[in-house]
């Protein structure tokens, strides 16, 4: 019993003892890293780097381009997603019963008002023109007959040799042979129409879709598909939506009498499919989204926009002239100085950087328009702003391409206004 308990106390004092010579290594350790780096730092300073504590200066230039800010015009855009809506779509039914007994158009093809789609068997209706035409003949030649009765009478009333009774029911007769008359004239006119329906034409200029009936086929008014679905395709619509904030300027230009220009743009945003211009606006705000519905209208000569195609809109609401534009690329999000801001690597005379805070205005695709912080002249990096540091060294290009904030951009869906 006493040899386990000294046992025991000996492995106590030896667990103690690697726990006392660990803690003493831990010690030294944070010691030494806490010391490591001010001793670089001295060393920076002696050799002459004591001015950017992050080393900015140290190490070869880095390679950037850069751009020249400049005065130009700037185009504020409402970006909107939207579905092409045809004009008109029409679904084509019969208006009589028959037989079908010709489809003359090709599916997909496009099609002119009045132009002849399908022919319904005419010869029953042919039929029946010929028959109300006869009735109509043979009624007229009644009501002729009638009327030179009805002279007769009244030259023998006036002899008194007949009574006046008489005359009295002939007038009758002659207005029932009228109206006789009339009601053929109506029955051959009713035929006559629908003779004319054996004939199905388009009622507007657009592109068929697929038959939904085939040849030879009974066909009434009362078929669901009906015959085949054209729509108008040339000029076309747009619908889109973009939120209420936006309706105050909206209305404005358009009680000024303002066309405002329209651009449609492919499902990935990177192609433009067509340029129209606004046709109208709805007539309240959806409460349920707080967005305005609005309907652009475009030529669509080449046929780029398609029936429930998916675009991306962007509504060209008014122009900023005199504004300072520089890439967006050159623009940062961060804390250089400690405060969050938006800022850019300005090109001192040095082949130098320094960060410049700016304050951002309208946002035009690739451009994007500075209301404070930089002058017209100035210039900005727009690649390699990863690897810079305030005052950096940087290697500049030997031939600078011209800067692209000068001339016009592809606008994306993120065009939009920013305020700071």
Do not use: C
């Not at 926009?305 to 900023?320: A, G, M, Y």
């Not at 504004?323 to 250089?336: D, K, L, R, S, T």
Request: hydrophobic share 40%; proline share 5%.
């Amino acid at each position: 019993m006493l040899r386990e308990k000294l046992v025991n106390r000996r492995l106590v004092l030896i667990a103690l003892g690697i726990i006392f010579v660990a803690t003493i290594l831990f010690v030294r350790h944070l010691q030494h890293k806490q010391q490591a780096p001010a001793d670089s730092f001295t060393r920076g300073a002696r050799s002459g780097g004591g001015g950017n504590p992050g080393g900015a200066n140290q190490g070869p230039p880095v390679a950037v381009a850069v751009a020249t800010a400049v005065l130009g015009d700037i185009q504020v855009r409402i970006p909107a997603l939207g579905t092409v809506t045809p004009l008109a779509t029409v679904t084509v039914r019969t208006q009589i019963s028959g037989i079908m007994q010709k489809i003359v158009f090709t599916e997909g093809q496009l099609v002119k008002q009045g132009q002849l789609l399908a022919q319904i068997d005419p010869r029953p209706y042919e039929a029946a023109v010929k028959q109300m035409e006869g009735n109509l003949r043979r009624d007229q030649a009644l009501l002729a007959d009638a009327k030179l009765d009805l002279t007769r009478y009244e030259n023998l009333v006036k002899e008194d040799s007949i009574a006046v009774q008489q005359l009295d029911t002939q007038r009758a007769t002659v207005k029932q042979y009228e109206g006789t008359i009339e009601s053929d004239e109506g029955q051959l006119n009713t035929a006559q129409v629908n003779l004319m329906y054996t004939r199905i034409t388009s009622p507007v200029t657009g592109r068929v879709g697929l038959r939904q009936v085939d040849q030879g086929n009974y066909v009434t008014p009362g078929d669901t598909n009906g015959i085949v679905v054209v729509n108008q395709v040339q000029p076309i619509t747009v619908l889109f939506s973009i939120p209420e904030d936006n309706v105050g300027r909206l209305q404005k230009k358009i009680h000024d009498g303002v066309v405002l220009q329209v651009e449609a743009y492919d499902r990935t945003n990177s192609a433009k499919l067509a340029d129209g211009k606004l046709l109208t606006a709805d007539n309240a705000i959806d409460t349920t989204t707080g967005t305005i519905k609005l309907r652009a209208w475009f030529a669509n000569a080449d046929g780029a926009l398609f029936p429930n195609q998916f675009v991306n809109i962007q509504l060209l609401l008014d122009l900023l002239p005199n504004q300072i534009i520089i890439p967006n690329v050159a623009v940062h999000h961060g804390a250089p100085k400690g405060v969050l801001t938006d800022f850019v690597y300005l090109v001192n005379g040095d082949q130098t950087v320094s960060v410049r805070p700016v304050t951002l205005g309208t946002v035009d695709g690739d451009r994007v328009a500075i209301t404070n912080g930089l002058a017209p002249g100035e210039r900005v990096v727009t690649e390699g702003g990863d690897r810079l540091r305030d005052g950096a060294k940087i290697e500049l290009p030997s031939a600078s391409p011209p800067a692209p904030a000068a001339t016009g951009a592809k606008p994306s869906a993120k065009s939009t206004t920013r305020k700071k």
